[in-house]
């Protein structure tokens, strides 16, 4: 930038018109500014790192003070809010909605109405199927009358039939006895037959005896008459023979007549009792329908009091899936028109719990559990641990029913549930981070507190513990999901106490681990609610915490190791 500046008159007295420019004053260039303060970071850092090398750093220890109070071992898992028992009401009819009595939230009471199908179409029947009860009741009563009547001829024509056969004994009796009547009349014809031989042979004796002289006049007309009395004996005998031979012809054709009027009446009985089962059959096929019209009747009957649809149990309506003037079918299977919970103060909470976690969950397990409605907790117990496997995705996870009192109404059906389950509880115990069960002393801290060498040493693996699953850095494994079962109960460790500017190493028993906690008991000395336990020091590396996985609920926090710890002074 040029400037112009006015130069005074000279002392001669002469002006000097020409302007003179003066030069812009130059600033330090900013790389170099920079540079300059590059170079004193530089130094300064140089200066610490050799102050450093040459000055010993002091030793810190970071402690942590025991707990004394109740800790908890928890499985985190989610499900949804239901009622305890709820009806699904449908229809069991077809047609159209053509009243619907209730709402959304409306309290029913067991019998009280819902809704109702239109019925015009279930009275028609109901009186179409009564009128044909009636028609087939009638047939029936006609047909037993008759079948009551072909009894009675039944009745009638074997009452004859036996007539007619006792008339053919009878007629076969009498012609058994004509034919007697007859023998003995020829045997009479034959007896008159010889005393007539004997009269004509007498009298023929007579004459020449009469003529000769020998005998009497008298003697010989009593032969005359003796002869003509046998003759008359002949006559008479065969007359009567003549008379048997009649009436035993007309006592054989009386018999075959009583045959064949037995044998009519057989026939006509025959008849008469098939007429008679025809007519039995008619009224019973009669009878059979009258069943069967009274079953549709009652059909019909059940159809029209069923097109009334009412509730079974006393509740609230939380469903009502149908409109007024919708049809409804129920062919193939019963629509769902309304759904009720039958007491909404008795709520479930169905959480999916984890194949991993569900070893550890039981009945009576206090559980709590939170809403995104509210901020408070509720709280429930574990009442059932079902068998059936639910596989989404290859995640295995079984249904875990939890009863919850919700009498204050606050807990709505559906609502989504983060529980906490608490599967094991000690209590009254002493309360120590799991990293003072990690930590290991650095060189600096064994020298400034004159402990042994061994000390340094990792720390003694507890008990029957595994590696698998164990968190980077820490020997004692994960404290949620499998690997938590590398700290189990009875396992042993040790912890460092400060105490009057002393270290002091404290061999424990690991009663039970939750989330970054552990209840421990001492195995020999004593430990207090006033120690300070040892989580790391500043001279030796950081150990990595064990921290709780965040893992989705319902499959991480393990029930062996897992969970939220709750500890109070």
Excluded: C
């Excluded at 509740?315 to 909404?344: C, H, K, M």
């Excluded at 590696?467 to 109960?489: D, K, R």
Aim: hydrophobic share 45%.
């Amino acid at each position: 930038m040029v400037v112009t500046q006015m130069v005074p008159p000279a002392a001669n007295g002469t002006t000097d018109s020409s302007p003179k420019v003066k030069p812009a004053r130059k600033r330090p260039r900013l790389w170099l500014i920079a540079a300059a303060l590059v170079g004193i970071g530089i130094l300064i850092i140089v200066g610490i790192l050799v102050w450093r090398a040459v000055v010993p750093a002091a030793n810190v220890l970071v402690t942590t003070p025991v707990l004394q109070g109740t800790l908890a071992r928890t499985v985190t898992a989610s499900g949804t809010v239901n009622p305890q028992n709820t009806i699904s009401v449908g229809s069991q009819v077809s047609g159209t909605i053509s009243e619907i009595d209730v709402d959304y939230n409306s309290v029913v009471r067991t019998g009280e109405v819902l809704a109702r199908i239109d019925p015009t179409l279930f009275k028609a029947s109901l009186a179409q199927t009564q009128a044909e009860l009636a028609q087939t009741e009638a047939n029936a009563r006609e047909a037993a009358s008759a079948a009551v009547g072909t009894q009675a001829a039944i009745a009638v024509q074997r009452a004859t039939a036996n007539a007619a056969v006792q008339n053919v004994n009878a007629a076969k009796a009498n012609a058994a006895a004509q034919t007697d009547a007859i023998a003995a009349a020829q045997a009479n014809v034959d007896k008159a037959q010889s005393a007539l031989v004997l009269a004509q042979q007498t009298i023929v004796r007579d004459k020449s005896l009469l003529s000769q002289g020998f005998i009497a006049q008298n003697a010989v007309d009593a032969d005359q008459a003796s002869l003509e009395a046998a003759q008359s004996s002949v006559l008479n005998a065969q007359a009567t023979l003549t008379q048997a031979r009649s009436q035993a012809v007309a006592s054989t054709q009386q018999a075959n007549q009583a045959v064949a009027q037995s044998v009519s009446q057989n026939a006509q009985n025959t008849v008469a009792g098939a007429t008679a089962q025809a007519s039995i059959g008619t009224a019973q096929a009669q009878a059979a329908a009258i069943g069967i019209q009274t079953a549709q009747v009652k059909t019909a009957e059940y159809d029209l009091a069923h097109a009334t649809i009412t509730s079974p149990v006393n509740g609230t309506v939380i469903v009502r899936n149908v409109a007024l003037g919708e049809t409804v079918a129920s062919s193939f299977s019963t629509p769902v028109l309304f759904t009720i919970a039958q007491d909404l103060s008795k709520m479930e909470v169905d959480l999916a719990v984890g194949e991993p976690d569900i070893g550890a969950v039981k009945i009576g397990d206090p559980v709590t559990f939170t809403v995104l409605a509210y901020p408070q907790t509720f709280s429930g117990t574990v009442s059932q641990v079902r068998q059936n496997p639910t596989v989404v995705s290859n995640v295995v996870t079984y249904d875990t029913v939890v009863i919850v009192n919700n009498k204050a109404g606050l807990l709505r059906p559906g609502m989504t549930a983060n529980a906490l389950i608490q599967t094991q509880t000690v209590s009254g115990a002493l309360i120590v981070p799991l990293q003072a069960l990690e930590y290991r002393p650095s060189a600096a801290t064994i020298a400034q507190y004159h402990l042994s060498g061994s000390a340094g040493n990792a720390p003694a693996h507890p008990r029957g513990a595994g590696t698998v699953g164990a968190a980077a850095g820490s020997q004692f494994g994960a404290t949620m999901g499998a690997g938590a079962t590398t700290l189990p109960a009875g396992s042993h460790g040790r912890i460092f106490v400060q105490r009057a500017g002393t270290l002091i190493m404290v061999p424990v028993q690991i009663i039970l681990t939750a989330a970054t906690q552990a209840a421990v008991k001492p195995l020999s000395g004593t430990l207090q609610t006033s120690d300070a336990v040892v989580t790391s020091d500043t001279a030796g590396a950081q150990p990595r915490a064990s921290t709780a996985a965040q893992t989705a609920p319902g499959f991480g926090g393990s029930a062996q190791g897992g969970g939220a710890a709750r500890a109070v002074r």
